[in-house]
């Protein structure tokens, strides 16, 4: 099926540790995004990758790192978790800048 | 950050009636986007506007952008119970920071009674 998918759906922790959250895209878009859905379902954008460059970072605190290996991948490396870390993680991927969005199924971190 | 403005906030109706909800800003957006979220899952994209004006339906859905650019809204027509459900508006601005990351409204939950 061709889709945006994340792993993993689910993924609890404990506070100070280090952890990634992975992305793939098989549309063959050329941009892919990270954003953060808080308690009260608010989404808000993170990150913003166009051909493997950051193009987006919406002031989000360096312990959070997206790395995009090529452009069908998007990861999502958090260091130092902290409990307001706690949120579901929404991978998204367009055909270009500017074009409606597709996301993942989202990945719900809990840090304990 | 830029803020869209969604209402109402939740709607409780009886399965069969319309539904209605809209988002403004005071910012002008170059793309209105309309969302649906299902518990547990990702945001699904039901409706894309690029024009001023522009009228979209999807089955039983039909969204406009307005001639402002400012705002739009989304109908449902004889809604049954599976249009239960978040439903949100996303904008993407034609100028300032971050726009090539979409703005979304605070959602409208809708809840439909039997």
């Known amino acids: 099926d061709t889709a945006v998918s994340q792993t993993p759906k689910y993924l609890v922790t404990q506070m100070g540790n280090d952890k990634s959250i992975k992305c793939e895209q098989n549309?063959?878009?050329?941009?892919m995004y990270w954003y953060k859905q808080d308690s009260k379902k608010f989404l808000k954008i993170m990150f913003s990758?166009?051909?493997?460059?950051?193009?987006i970072n919406e002031t989000v605190p360096n312990r959070f790192s997206p790395k995009s290996p090529d452009k069908a991948h998007l990861n999502l490396h958090i260091n130092s978790l902290e409990l307001g870390d706690s949120a579901v993680y929404f991978c998204?991927?367009?055909?270009?800048?500017?074009?409606?969005?597709?996301f993942g199924p989202g990945t719900r971190l809990t840090v304990t | 950050g830029q803020q869209l403005n969604q209402s109402p906030q939740s709607m409780f109706i009886q399965e069969g009636e319309d539904v209605s909800m809209n988002c403004t800003s005071s910012s002008i957006f170059n793309t209105w986007l309309w969302y649906k979220q299902d518990p547990g899952e990702g945001p699904v994209l039901l409706i894309a506007l690029y024009k001023a004006g522009e009228l979209t339906s999807n089955g039983r859905l039909t969204a406009q952008f307005g001639i402002t650019r400012k705002d739009s809204f989304l109908n449902i027509s004889a809604s049954i119970p599976s249009d239960v459900g978040i439903y949100f508006c996303?904008?993407?601005?034609?100028?300032?920071?971050?726009?090539?990351?979409?703005?979304f409204g605070k959602g409208t939950h809708l809840i439909i009674q039997p």
């Open positions: 990758y166009n051909n493997k460059e950051l193009i």
């Open positions: 549309l063959g878009h050329d941009t």
């Open positions: 996303a904008g993407r601005l034609i100028a300032g920071g971050g726009a090539d990351g979409l703005t």
């Open positions: 998204a991927s367009s055909p270009g800048t500017g074009n409606e969005q597709y």
